[in-house]
């Protein structure tokens, strides 16, 4: 089974610090995702990366920046959090193949971040 | 307008009925077709995953595609309490690991 996991379920941080969330798979995926999660706005792509040390911006990547140094790790940093950013944040990988099911992506259990 | 539109509910039903939850998309590019479910506080699992047009059983789960609509829907029969849950749609043009188009998910409660 694959498995990926985030470093928090839930983190306080106040306006301000600097904020790393890590996530890390098992299934050698090539593709990592991060998302937040927010009522009535549903999930949104804020960074992507299709291999080591490549990273791609998703659709809110503003405040936001990312690091994958290694296949199974992908980071996602706040530079200076600020209240807008409590959300829900899920990190997500697949794989790069053949198969009929490729485009699966596998979610990590989500870190719940609120900014003070 | 959205690319994937999804009807964010809630949903109410009762303990065995039949659930009909439906997503519409306008890019015709689409040909892959995901339903994942959320529980309460944890990350989306995939539930289905269909290619083209067509229908997809699996247990008490069907997943339906109308390419020609733009217009995909999950059916869930006899359903339970523990079917109580968010069901995120999602589609892409190409199966190559790459970026999902996700709707906005549709609150489900089935009450016993």
């Known amino acids: 089974d694959v498995k990926v996991t985030q470093s928090s379920r839930y983190l306080v941080k106040r306006t301000g610090e600097k904020v790393f969330l890590e996530c890390v798979q098992d299934?050698?995926?090539?593709?990592m995702f991060w998302y937040r999660q927010d009522p009535g706005l549903g999930l949104r792509l804020i960074y992507f990366?299709?291999?080591?040390?490549?990273?791609e911006k998703g659709d809110i990547p503003e405040g936001y920046s990312v690091s994958r140094e290694k296949k199974e790790r992908f980071s996602l940093i706040l530079e200076s959090a600020s209240t807008n950013q409590t959300s829900m944040y899920l990190c997500?990988?697949?794989?790069?193949?053949?198969?009929?099911?490729?485009?699966?992506?596998?979610f990590g259990p989500g870190t719940r971040l609120t900014v003070l | 307008q959205k690319e994937v539109e999804q009807d964010p509910g809630p949903l109410s039903v009762p303990e065995g009925a039949i659930v009909s939850l439906n997503c519409t998309y306008s890019?015709?590019?689409?040909?892959?077709f995901m339903w994942y479910r959320q529980y309460s506080r944890k990350g989306p699992e995939l539930l289905m995953y269909?290619?083209?047009?067509g229908n997809k059983e699996d247990g008490r789960f069907t997943a339906q595609v109308d390419k020609s609509s733009k217009y995909i829907s999950l059916f869930i029969r006899d359903s339970q309490p523990s079917d109580s849950a968010t069901y995120l749609c999602?589609?892409?043009?190409?199966?190559?690991?790459?970026?999902?188009?996700f709707g906005q998910g549709t609150e489900l409660s089935v009450k016993p």
């Open positions: 997500a990988s697949s794989s790069t193949g053949t198969s009929f099911d490729t485009d699966t992506q596998y």
């Open positions: 299934m050698d995926h090539e593709n």
């Open positions: 990366s299709y291999d080591v040390k490549m990273k």
């Open positions: 890019n015709s590019a689409f040909q892959y």
């Open positions: 269909t290619y083209s047009s």
């Open positions: 999602a589609m892409s043009a190409n199966n190559q690991g790459g970026k999902l188009i």
